[in-house]
């Protein structure tokens, strides 16, 4: 089955968002699979699907400017609430790993300025995350 070009392009920038920081973590990579099998956005997305944008993504990592291409080809390919969606989906993966990089925080600014987001938005966006992800602070008193 071939992607649709938003589906292509929210696959590529939740791959990227997981190779922000030079690897891409098992945490983060099953984030994006989780995100995928669960959201409405993604039902006709199938695993194959998946896997067939993780390897075009790497490709483009590998380019000159890649991130930049893809950043900005998803632009191109998404409506105004699609960006946000996308900007969601980013904020997610960056944050499964329960902390977020130099390198994811630049993307993720990267992706502000080029989706054209408005700052209200992304800052809701990302307070959602910090507190879903929020760690359980009885855990942190009880470690040796």
């Not at 990592?61 to 980013?90: F, H, Q, S, W």
């Not at 944050?95 to 408005?118: C, G, N, Y």
């Amino acid at each position: 089955m071939s992607l649709k070009p938003h589906h292509d392009a929210l696959l590529k920038l939740m791959l990227v968002m997981s190779a922000a920081d030079g690897r891409q973590r098992d945490r983060e990579l099953k984030q994006v699979a989780d995100l995928v099998s669960s959201l409405p956005m993604f039902r006709s997305v199938t695993a194959d699907d998946l896997v067939q944008a993780l390897r075009r993504t790497d490709a483009l990592l590998d380019e000159a400017d890649g991130i930049d291409n893809v950043v900005a080809a998803a632009a191109e390919a998404l409506t105004p609430p699609m960006r946000e969606t996308a900007y969601a989906l980013a904020v997610e993966v960056a944050a499964s790993d329960l902390s977020a990089s130099d390198e994811e925080l630049r993307l993720l600014e990267l992706l502000r300025d080029t989706l054209d987001l408005d700052p209200l938005v992304t800052a809701a966006i990302e307070r959602s995350a910090r507190v879903r992800y929020r760690r359980d602070p009885s855990a942190a008193a009880s470690r040796p």
